[in-house]
C-alpha cells in the first residue's frame, strides 16, 4: 500500500500510471503471475506477434535482418519479451518505438539500453516522458527516444517497411500510429482502447474534438484489410480489430462532446459534470475513467467557449 501511495502523489501522469495498476488487466496479471509468468503472445500475420501482461500491449516485427520492437510497459514485462526474443533466435533488436510517452508504454524503455541504439517516437512524446520523469525524479529510469520526428518517419528491416504517422493531438499531443506496410498491421498505441473509456490526458496535450479528426485520418489513411493492434481492452485477448470497429471511439467521442455541451449550457459546473454517472446514448464502455471524461471534455469545451 505504502508503494502505491507513493506512486499517488505527484504528477497526473503519475495518477493515470496508478490507476492503470488497478485496471482489470493488471489484476488479470497479478492473479495470473502466481502460476509463472503471466504473459500472452498473439502471432498475427508478416512476422508481427502481439506481447501482454501489464500496462499497453506490445508489438514486435520479426525479420531475418532482425527485431523490431514498439512500446515496453514496464521494465519486468519488458525483460520477458527480451528473454523470449532470445529464445526464439540470435538476431540483433534493430529498433525501439513508442506510440507516446505514458509510464505503461515506456517505463521499459530502460531493460532495452545496450541492445538497441534506436529509439524512434514523436518530438511531443520526448518533451513528454522527460516532463513526467522530471516531476516524478524518475529520470535515471528513463532510456529516451534517441530520434524523433513531427509528421512521418520511415525505416525499413529486412523486407518490411515500417512507418509512423502523427495525424495530431487526441490522447496526448505525442500519439503516433505504427504501420507495418508490408503486413498490413497498425499499432495505435492508446489512439484506441477497446470497450473502454478513454484516457484523455490534457496535461500531456490531449484534445477531445481533435481525437475525432485524428480517427477520421486514420479511416481514410489505411484500408479494410489493414490490423488494428492498440494498448489495452476491458477484455484481455480482444486486442485487434479492423478500421470500422475504430468508429465506435468517434461515436463516443461524440457523444461525449454533445452530452457535455448541453450541461454547459444549462449552467452546470465542472464538479456536477463530474458527478454524471453515463454519456447519454453510450453503451458497452467500461473502466475507471468516466469522470475524467467528463473533466476533460468541460474543461476543453470551456476553454474554447472562453476563446471566442
Ligand atoms: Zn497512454
Redesign the pocket.
Known amino acids: 500500500m505504502i508503494k502505491r501511495r507513493q506512486f499517488i502523489q505527484g504528477s497526473a501522469n503519475t495518477l493515470l500510471f496508478s490507476m492503470l495498476l488497478g485496471s482489470k488487466n493488471s489484476l488479470f496479471a497479478q492473479s495470473a503471475s502466481m502460476q509463472g509468468p503471466a504473459f500472452t503472445w498473439k502471432e498475427l500475420r508478416g512476422g508481427i506477434s502481439l506481447f501482454s501482461e501489464r500496462g499497453?500491449t506490445i508489438a514486435v516485427l520479426k525479420t531475418k535482418d532482425g527485431y523490431a520492437v514498439v512500446d515496453t510497459q514496464f521494465p519486468d514485462q519488458s525483460q520477458h519479451v527480451i528473454d523470449e526474443l532470445k529464445k526464439q533466435s540470435d538476431q540483433k533488436i534493430q529498433l525501439l518505438m513508442n506510440t507516446?510517452h505514458?509510464g505503461d508504454?515506456t517505463s521499459g524503455n530502460i531493460a532495452f539500453k545496450g541492445l538497441v541504439n534506436r529509439v524512434v517516437a514523436h518530438e511531443n512524446s520526448l518533451k513528454n516522458q522527460i516532463a513526467a520523469a522530471t516531476k516524478a525524479k524518475t529520470e535515471e529510469k528513463q532510456y529516451y527516444p534517441t530520434e524523433t520526428f513531427k509528421d512521418t518517419w520511415t525505416t525499413k528491416i529486412g523486407k518490411e517497411r515500417i512507418r509512423a504517422h502523427y495525424f495530431g493531438p487526441a490522447?496526448?499531443d505525442g500519439d503516433v500510429a505504427i504501420h507495418f506496410e508490408h503486413a498490413n498491421v497498425v499499432h495505435l498505441?492508446?489512439l484506441f482502447g477497446n470497450k473502454r473509456y478513454p484516457?484523455i490526458d490534457r496535461s500531456a496535450g490531449a484534445s477531445v474534438a481533435n481525437w475525432i479528426h485524428v480517427n477520421d485520418k486514420i479511416q481514410k489513411h489505411f484500408d479494410k484489410d489493414t490490423i488494428f493492434t492498440y494498448?489495452h481492452a476491458f477484455n484481455p485477448t480482444e486486442i485487434t480489430c479492423k478500421k470500422e470497429d475504430l468508429m465506435a471511439l468517434t461515436d463516443y467521442l461524440e457523444k461525449l462532446i454533445i452530452h457535455v455541451s448541453s450541461e454547459i449550457k444549462s449552467g452546470k459546473t465542472k464538479e456536477e459534470v463530474m458527478k454524471l454517472t453515463a454519456v447519454n446514448g453510450v453503451q458497452g464502455m467500461n473502466g475507471d475513467f468516466l469522470k475524467n471524461n467528463f473533466q476533460m471534455a468541460y474543461e476543453e469545451l470551456t476553454e474554447k467557449n472562453t476563446k471566442q
Open positions: 499497453g507516446h505514458h508504454h490522447h496526448t498505441g492508446d484516457i494498448g
